[in-house]
T-cell receptor, first 115, second 113 residues
Framework: DTGVSQNPRHKITKRGQNVTFRCDPISEHNRLYWYRQTLGQGPEFLTYFQNEAQLEKSRLLSDRFSAERPKGSFSTLEIQRTEQGDSAMYLC?????????????FGPGTRLLVL | DQQVKQNSPSLSVQEGRISILNCDYT??????FLWYKKYPAEGPTFLIS?????DKNEDGRFTVFLNKSAKHLSLHIVPSQPGDSAVYFCAASGSSNTGKLIFGQGTTLQVKP
């Protein structure tokens, strides 16, 4: 049973560049979540998908952020025109939702540094 | 507004003793609570959860207690081991339809040999 995987693990970019992160959830999990974590804080919700449908987006997710889950399996999170404030750990989690309580399992994260 | 709060940034205990980590919440609509452990450079690892219809859930050395009237939950680790040293996050979910988690700021636990 492989867990949630995320690539790349680390990304350094210059301000103004675009970056894309990938998340591969646990197979058979129908929900996929993206969170962002900055130093000294807990993860903050960004968006989530149920299968391929994006059901909720946080107001933290500005127009520069876009997420997709085209076939209901892996997901990508793109940040356009990166800013230094985007530097954070980006976490992906997946869960099997069955109309009861669900448990989210997290990947190792992608650490982004914007110079 | 911080809906989930962990007021103790750090906790230090001796190996073999009990570790008690606390968490308070403000939103009475939360109905599912989870604890995660996080090591540096890794994602959070699920530890234990509790539904609002229960007041206690136990799994090995880990027990979570929920006091709904006080909007308070706690994680007990007995006995504590050096490998338990990590950052612990409590998280809450408010609906059976959206599983969006609201996290506390975390408590760094150090277990001394």
């Amino acid at each position: 049973d492989t867990g949630v995987s995320q690539n790349p693990r680390h990304k350094i970019t210059k301000r103004g560049q675009n970056v894309t992160f990938r998340c591969d959830p646990i197979s058979e999990h129908n929900r996929l979540y993206w969170y962002r974590q900055t130093l000294g804080q807990g993860p903050e919700f960004l968006t989530y998908f149920q299968n391929e449908a994006q059901l909720e987006k946080s107001r933290l997710l500005s127009d520069r952020f876009s997420a997709e889950r085209p076939k209901g399996s892996f997901s990508t999170l793109e940040i356009q025109r990166t800013e230094q404030g985007d530097s954070a750990m980006y976490l992906c989690a997946s869960s099997l939702w069955t109309r009861q309580m669900e448990t989210q399992y997290f990947g190792p994260g992608t650490r982004l540094l914007v110079l | 507004d911080q809906q989930v709060k962990q007021n103790s940034p750090s906790l230090s205990v001796q190996e073999g003793r009990i570790s008690i980590l606390n968490c308070d919440y403000t939103n009475s609509m939360f109905d599912y609570f989870l604890w995660y452990k996080k090591y540096p450079a890794e994602g959070p690892t699920f530890l234990i959860s509790i539904s609002s219809i229960k007041d206690k859930n136990e799994d090995g050395r880990f027990t979570v207690f929920l006091n709904k009237s006080a909007k308070h939950l706690s994680l007990h680790i007995v006995p504590s081991q050096p490998g338990d040293s990590a950052v612990y996050f409590c998280a809450a979910s408010g609906s059976s339809n959206t599983g969006k988690l609201i996290f506390g700021q975390g408590t760094t636990l150090q277990v001394k040999p």
